[in-house]
């Protein structure tokens, strides 16, 4: 089966247990102000384009068909609306400036730039990771890579933002040893204002992941003035009390790194901010900890 | 550990002494200095115990002179007994380290700066004490390639032939089974089965001087020990005096009982054998130290095994090897292992330096251990494997059995402890230089009207790739005829000067063939070869294969063009070189399976030569600075590396290049010819502190390290990032594509991110 991913990083260290490789995959149905990789927001190829690596050669002029590329005075212009991400400029650019972010491939051609790491999963009870942008998004696909990398007895994570179909989700849980399950605001309206859409979904898929007796650990994005606030620590343990498929939480710090991204990718600016304060942090650990029950960490 | 108080002083005072010498690996790291002993500088010459033998026996055979200079300059070392120690004996002060090494004696051409001879004299001395000096490969260089030529070609700087001082480690085992009076004995068999005429007649007399020598000078020390225990009023210090002088007596001519009295006589040759390498330290003194543990010693056996070590510690020894596998093919691992670890993270230095063998059946706290050392910071141990380097030995020729009790001596080599000269190494070979003949058909880098090496062709007429890889291999093969055989001559130096004589009675194989240890004595005698240039070489193959041949997106005027005008004008040739082929160390089979033929050729080629000694020559590449050094005389190259840069290093990636992580890169390397590098092949892996942080990312490490060392890795040495290196990744981002950081919940190059990321990142070091 066919689908569409960004990026295949190897030796990850923080997505799942062991050594894993993770796949990104494209397109998500929720857009985050504080998204942290927001070139897995659409699910077509786009084209990245960062100005200050370009070294005005022109290469990229004469290999777009649509003549987006001009040069004026050695200054590089980048019509992006009449641009199709066929991917022929970043062909061309030998510098970097210009890249494309997604390709389409098949399950095979995953898996077996996945398998490539297979004596360090055992060694180190590692596997593939299903990332995204939002795994179920491509809900199929993402089933069929699980399905083959368990045939092939690596373990699977699949990190979700819960936003799924809940059949499908289902489905996949057959085949995934862990999630990494989001939970990113408190508050419907929050949501849709933060996130870009109804949370209920997400709340109602952990039932289903409790019914399939799956392994959740909780991941939960802390993003200062916008959910660092002792409520959301509270729902976050009250949630991880009520469902038993969620073995432990994790917080994970609001980055800068997003910003850059969308910037190449001509997309609204994302959120900015300042990190969370470690103490904060630890602050906020300690009480989920005593609250909810369950471990807690910041990874 | 927690030292006990005894050696907790002596670890002070080893600090106090070492601040002043920053650079051990001078191995000058003698507690006196000529002024310290009253001796003025113009004393230095008169006083050199090796000019004095030679001017003073001008009849004696060179080999006699020379041992009896040898013991006439520890001699003349005054005996040094520092408080609390319990082991003694101190490297000699400057003024007596006329020593005979390679290049027969350094410093022999003192003479010449003697007012008090003649110059005939000076002349005549001079030649006495350096029978064969350096010309005698400068001659064989002029033979084979004319004056004018061989000029150029040392001018381009493609490589050193003949090789360094010359690493080997000395058969501890067999002197501890006989004691000094036994290896006399020894050699006394050997020279009634072996005496064929004078020259070996004299050699087992040279083997005698020596022997007895080492057991005069623990006589010397026996007496002062016990000059100071008479005079000492400290009842406790006292009693270590005494201690210390019954047991040089002892070891003086009997073979060790005890394993305080085996750690002095170890420690007596590895001085006299001028702290060079230590060996399989856990093995051989095990059976000494069991016995301790179950009857007691003078000392405890936690002393005197940290004895040793703070000896090695404060002297610079090269390498201490630990575990690995027994002669059966088990485990090796014991609790000497743990205990050395042990005192070295206490010591927590850049020496002693130490390697761990591991092998698939490694006991996995080992291992642990390991990463917990270079958790706290340490880049010791190094990790080596046993399922690369012993089936890689014996594909050379090595019986099995010693296959499995090899050791890592030196800086990274590889040989059978106490049975080898593997020349350690006989020379570096810079493959880049011929990359870059092959690309001028021939000519001189230095000189372009000099034709150096065959003409093969003007590059812009290749019209495959094919041909123009066959034009490099010619130039591989007519130089590599040339390298070795100037590296056999630089041998036949070492063989004339009797060099590191030392180490012949006490290596197997000189005492039972009669000849030295530089002249084939050993029972194994293969060469090393120093490879420079791997990655440089192979990522511009690929590039030319695919951009100039395959593609056709460069052609071939221009890319002779901008490497010759070092990229200036051609930038975006030179980015279409380094972002549009793919590079060694990224899992890329396009790019590994060049980097594989490359180092075939190479070694193969080198295999088809033998070593002065006896033995074929075998692969290496651990490079220190060679790969900065080579880098500075390579002009730029395909790979779209300016001139004179780096070109990486020892056995891995091209600074930066690696960009898929850590496992792409090990899988990369994995896929080379280790097993055919076994002169000792080298990874360097930069792990930044965070990443050994945990318990759990620990383990994860362990499980990388596991499976490099069981899936086709052969050695690996962990760095951890510091804050420097972050720094400088900032200015040179191409250099540091290996800095693996933490940022929010995952992990990512360093170089990857935006400043201010960097900046962040940084700052969590303050």
Redesign the interface.
Known sequence: MRGIIFNI???????GP??RTVVFMKGCPLHCTWC?NPEGISPEPEIMYEPTMC?G?G?CAGACAKGMHIFQGGMHGYMRKGCTACGSCAESC???ALSLSGYYTDTEQVLDEVM??A??F?????GITLSGGEPFYQADFTTELAASAKARGISVCIETSGMADPRKLSEAAAYTDFFYYDYKVTGEEEHKRLCGASQKTILDNLSVLDDNGSRVTL?CPIVPGLNDCKEHMRAISHIARMHSCIRDI?L??????GL?KAKKLGTEPGYDTE?PEVETLEAFRDSIRSCSGKPCEI? | MNFTDRMERVKEDILTRLKPYALREDTHTCPLDAASVGICADDVIKKDPFTNEFRENPDAPYVINLANAIVRSWKEVPVVIFRNEAIVGITRPEYTVHEHFSWGIQGAESVFDDHDINRDEAEKLFRRMSPFTWDHVTNEGIRLLGERRYEALCNDNMFSAGGYQGHTVPDYGTLLCNGLDGMLKLTDKWAGVNARGNDTCDLYEACRIIIRGMSEWLTMYAAEAERLAASETDAVQKRFYAEIAENCAYVAHNKPKTLYQAVQLVWTLSLWDWVDCMGRMDQYLYGFYERAVRDGDVISPEESITSIIFKIWENGSHNVTLSGMLENGSDATNELTYLMLQILRSIHDTHPRMTVRLHKNSPPELLDLVISLWSEGMSDPTVVSDETVIPGLIKIGVDPKDARNYTVLGCQEIEIPGMSNTGCEDGIFNIAKVLEYAFHNGKSTSDPDVQVGPATGEFTDFKTFDEFYTAFRIQLEYFTKIFCTLCNKGQEIRAANFAKLVKTPFTAGCLEKGMPHDAGGPVYNYGVVETAGLAAVSDSLTAVKKLVFDEQRISSETLMAAIDADFDGYEKERLMLLNKSPKFGNDDDEADSMAVKVLNTFWDEIAKYRSVRGGVFTGACSLLYSGIYYGKHTGALPDGRFKGEPLGNSIGPRPGADKSGVTAMLNSVQKLPLQKGVGGTTLNVVLTTKMLSTPALRKKTAAVIRSYIVNGGQMAQITTANLEDLADAQCHPERHGDLIVRIGGFSIQFVQLDKEAQDEIMSRYS
Not at chain 1, 9 to 15: K, P
Not at chain 1, 252 to 257: E, F
């Open positions: 990083q190897r030796f990850s260290l923080f997505d062991g050594i942290h070294i050669c290469e030998c510098s970097g490539k790491d004596p360090v055992a060694e180190s009870g590692g991941t994790q994970k710090p609001y980055h800068r790194l850059s990190p990874p």
